[in-house]
């Protein structure tokens, strides 16, 4: 069957006509290490930030890290994670020697859940840091709140993100920093990168510092730094998914509503009052410990799909500890997530298919 019916991937990451001569360009000018063009790429991006100074990396996860080294997170700290999440949420943590400790998730958006949040805070609390997870944002108004009635710094882990908002306000712009990453399968790319964003320019600058050995003039070295920079090539290539970003996020949206439409007998993904989702993925719950049968399903029809994350952090070698609370939601969604192709290229016919076989497949029997 699948061999007549074109299947359709669960991801499909662009590198057209534009991104190629955007990378021929700055090859071909002998100018490549972080530049001009990173520049630009930084100032462009900070419109989708409401302004806030954009600093460029080179991975999702350095922006993570160099945050929590910029706030001066490390050793005998705890940061507020949730375990729903990819690895790098966790590994960033433990990169700068503190250590994630493990919240539940509100089951609706698969975010950080603020009650459960609140439970785990405790007199070696640094942060919070939550994850604006599928393209969802996290309930930043009340995880602010609860911050601040602890003292507490907010990071937002948006490496999902680009350009979801709550209310008026873009992630990215609610925490001390907000974390962006360029992967190719994410909503828009720079073969890898990362941006973080902050409204606070006494940090900017640390992060500056931070990125390239700890100078900002040459030899003049002012503090430890690591060598995060992004490069040119890649900004270059950056600011062309950023130029495509606004239009991409519309089709993602706009195919989530047909989806929404089509799609009967499963529970389709759930948006909170006032927040704007932008789909990085689209993903169902299939019960009753059907979802890997469904999926195999889905792969015999040409229909790729994938599960975000079938294991928890908190599951995952480096992190575990028989000592922990239970994480009840969390491991209930790691059983029956299942995220569907949703990416801007896709047709209507296409979404039509995807409709109808997960429908059939997964529908409740
Ligand atoms: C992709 C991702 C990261 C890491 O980004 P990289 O660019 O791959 O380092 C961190 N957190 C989340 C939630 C992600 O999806």
């Not at 002998?30 to 063009?37: A, D, I, M, N, T």
């Not at 991006?45 to 080294?69: E, H, K």
């Not at 958006?109 to 439970?119: E, H, I, K, Q, R």
Request: with cysteine.
């Amino acid at each position: 069957m699948s061999g007549t019916i074109p299947s359709i991937p669960a991801a499909r990451p662009v590198i057209g006509t534009a991104e190629i001569e955007a990378a021929v360009r700055v090859l071909r000018s002998g100018r490549v290490v972080q530049g001009p063009e990173v520049a630009a790429f930084e100032e462009e991006f900070s419109d989708l930030v409401d302004g806030r100074a954009c600093i460029a990396v080179n991975s999702g996860t350095s922006a993570l890290q160099l945050s929590l080294m910029a706030l001066g997170i490390g050793p005998g700290d705890e940061v507020v994670v949730p375990s729903f999440s990819f690895a790098a949420t966790a590994n960033a943590v433990r990169l700068v020697g503190a250590e994630p400790v493990f919240a539940d998730i509100d089951p609706r958006t698969y975010c950080l859940d603020p009650v459960a949040a609140a439970s785990v805070i405790g007199p070696r609390t640094a942060a919070l840091m939550p994850v604006h997870l599928y393209g969802h944002p996290a309930a930043m108004d009340r995880l602010t709140r609860l911050a601040e009635r602890h003292g507490l710094a907010v990071l937002e882990d948006a490496c999902q993100a680009h350009g979801a908002a709550l209310g008026a306000r873009p992630v990215g712009t609610f925490g001390l920093a907000g974390c962006f990453s360029f992967y190719p399968t994410k909503n828009m790319h720079a073969l890898e990168g990362g941006m973080i964003t902050t409204g606070d320019p006494q940090l900017a600058r640390i992060l500056r510092l931070l990125r390239n050995q700890g100078m900002e003039q040459r030899y003049a070295n002012e503090i430890v730094g690591a060598n995060m920079r992004m490069t040119d090539v890649a900004a270059a290539i950056g600011r062309e998914q950023l130029k495509q970003l606004p239009a991409w996020t519309e089709r993602r949206r706009a195919n989530a509503k047909v989806l929404d439409s089509l799609i009967h007998g499963l529970p389709v993904p759930h948006v909170a009052d006032g927040a704007r989702h932008v789909y990085h993925q689209y993903t169902v719950r299939i019960p009753d410990g059907r979802r890997d049968a469904v999926q195999q399903e889905l792969e015999q029809k040409g229909i790729g799909s994938a599960v975000y994350y079938p294991t928890p952090i908190h599951r995952l070698t480096p992190y575990l500890d028989p000592g922990r609370p239970p994480l009840p939601e969390t491991d209930r969604a790691a059983a029956e997530v299942l995220s569907l192709p949703i990416h801007p290229t896709l047709g209507q016919t296409e979404l039509e298919r995807i409709a109808r076989d997960v429908s059939i497949a997964g529908g409740a029997r």
